[in-house]
Antibody
Framework: EVQLVESGGGLVQPGGSLRLSCAASGFTYSSYEMNWVRQAPGKGLEWVSYISGSGSTIYYADSVKGRFTISRDNARNSLYLQMNGLRAEDTAVYYC?????????????WGQGTLVTVSS | SYELTQPPSVSVSPGQTASITCSGD??????TCWYQQKPGQSPLLVIY???KRPSGIPERFSGSNSGNTATLTISGAQALDEADYYCQAWDSSTYVVFGGGTKLTVL
């Protein structure tokens, strides 16, 4: 059974840092592209970042470019999101999501999410 | 940047057909997928590659994509289909883009 379990969320002050983790199981992790997607309270989904299976290709949304860093450890079946320079508008539930591997960019499995609150 | 536009809300009577649209420039030239999200839950993929249903998704869910509009159709809508629905596509400059979401009410 495919499972994605996020952790690392919490309350952080503006300008602070936080590192999110996503533990993957039930599939050959290194073979799949992974993404972070966030959802602000009461708002829609916003894609944050993408990383290829090898980690060699990375993309970011303009809203987080230069502040967030995505990475993965295929030996540990883990995905990470290092978030620096956090702002109030970064407050959201952060989901890790697996790209299905089809020719489209759909995400076939999602974690349960971890809440990040940026507030003083 | 590339944008996908969805109606904020759609209402349907039980047993009737609901259609949710997603509009974007030349959207029909690329694959679109759809997610269902119920309150307090993670998104669930219900349609991928415009028309395909993942395993376990009921046949009443179908999709189409042509021109500038993709459409999610729920035939014979049920109360349990009440949820937020998001379309998603890929753009070479924006990479992954989501629509703003549509709240489906079944009443």
């Amino acid at each position: 059974e495919v499972q994605l379990v996020e952790s690392g969320g919490g309350l952080v002050q503006p300008g602070g840092s936080l590192r999110l983790s996503c533990a993957a199981s039930g599939f050959t992790y290194s073979s799949y592209e992974m993404n972070w997607v966030r959802q602000a309270p009461g708002k829609g989904l916003e894609w944050v970042s993408y990383i290829s299976g090898s980690g060699s290709t990375i993309y970011y949304a303009d809203s987080v470019k230069g502040r967030f860093t995505i990475s993965r450890d295929n030996a540990r079946n883990s995905l990470y999101l290092q978030m620096n320079g956090l702002r109030a508008e970064d407050t959201a539930v952060y989901y890790c999501a697996r790209a299905s591997g089809s020719s489209s960019s759909d995400f076939d499995y999602w974690g349960q999410g971890t809440l990040v609150t940026v507030s003083s | 940047s590339y944008e996908l536009t969805q109606p904020p809300s759609v209402s349907v009577s039980p047993g009737q057909t609901a259609s949710i649209t997603c509009s974007g420039d030349k959207l029909g030239d690329q694959f679109t997928c759809w997610y269902q999200q119920k309150p307090g839950q993670s998104p669930l993929l219900v349609i991928y590659q415009d028309t395909k249903r993942p395993s376990g998704i009921p046949e009443r869910f179908s999709g189409s994509n042509s021109g500038n509009t993709a459409t999610l159709t729920i035939s014979g809508a049920q109360a349990l289909d009440e949820a937020d629905y998001y379309c998603q596509a890929w753009d070479s400059s924006t990479y992954v883009v989501f629509g703003g979401g549509t709240k489906l009410t079944v009443l």
